[in-house]
């Protein structure tokens, strides 16, 4: 029996760094394991589970331009959205980054990549093609933050770092919604504590229908009409509407 004088050992269990998740038990199994600290989790389906798409930002990807990358073509892009969408957003953003996070949210090509601090969230979007497709989760711990000086010049940065954008929508704190910065959008993301778990199309399909049992689906992460009806449509193709009350 432990004394005040008994230091309590607690033992720190990690997630293995590869996994194939078969069942929604064994994603249960991760939440808790990476519950309490400093995770950041990002959902994907896989085309080819053979060939895992590279971790890069949008305005690096090959097949986001016909001509090769650029940095001036991708600053100006940003200098382009902020002349035009000024009269369009609710808010003044008080940084570069912030306009950058609005542009990543509106899907303009950036140098942010989208994470959520939850993995819930994450394994649903990496559940959407349920049966038919391979998902994959990639988590990462211990990333810095970005600085205030990355905010203000997010083109001048020059490790990549977490931002956690304002509430410029609905759908950032629905979705538990983070961003990472990368000053090389052409480079692949390998970060020392990434973390990489495959989802079977079989396991996708249990996993959504658990997740909408935990109140994730597409009406709660899409708080708007789009989401709703994209939800309905989904509970009509499986069978899953509630019957009419008389």
């Not at 770092?161 to 629905?174: A, C, E, L, Q, V």
Request: charge should be positive; include cysteine; aromatic fraction near 10%.
């Amino acid at each position: 029996m432990a004394t005040a004088r008994t230091p309590i050992m607690r033992m720190v269990r990690r997630p293995p760094r590869r996994m194939i998740v078969q069942a929604w038990q064994e994603l249960a199994g991760l939440v808790a394991l990476c519950a309490g600290d400093d995770w950041i989790f990002r959902g994907e389906h896989l085309p080819d589970p053979r060939r895992p798409r590279p971790l890069r930002p949008k305005a690096g990807r090959p097949e986001s331009r016909k001509v090769p990358y650029r940095f001036a073509d991708e600053r100006s892009l940003l200098d382009l959205f902020k002349r035009r969408a000024r009269p369009l957003v609710g808010h003044q953003p008080k940084s570069d980054l912030e306009w950058l996070a609005i542009a990543q949210h509106h899907g303009m090509p950036t140098r942010l990549l989208d994470w959520t601090d939850n993995l819930l969230v994450a394994a649903y979007f990496a559940s959407l093609r349920l049966n038919t497709a391979w998902g994959i989760v990639y988590a990462v711990h211990g990333l810095r933050e970005v600085s205030i000086r990355d905010e203000r010049s997010p083109f001048e940065a020059r490790l990549p770092g977490i931002y956690r954008p304002p509430h410029i929508s609905p759908r950032i704190p629905t979705q538990g919604s983070i961003f990472t910065l990368h000053p090389k959008p052409t480079k692949t993301f390998r970060p020392k504590n990434l973390y990489v778990w495959r989802i079977t199309p079989l396991a996708a399909g249990q996993i959504k229908i658990s997740l909408d049992a935990c109140a994730i689906n597409r009406s709660s992460l899409f708080p708007d009409l789009d989401g709703l009806a994209g939800y309905l449509e989904w509970r009509y193709k499986w069978g899953r509407v509630e019957p009419r009350r008389e």
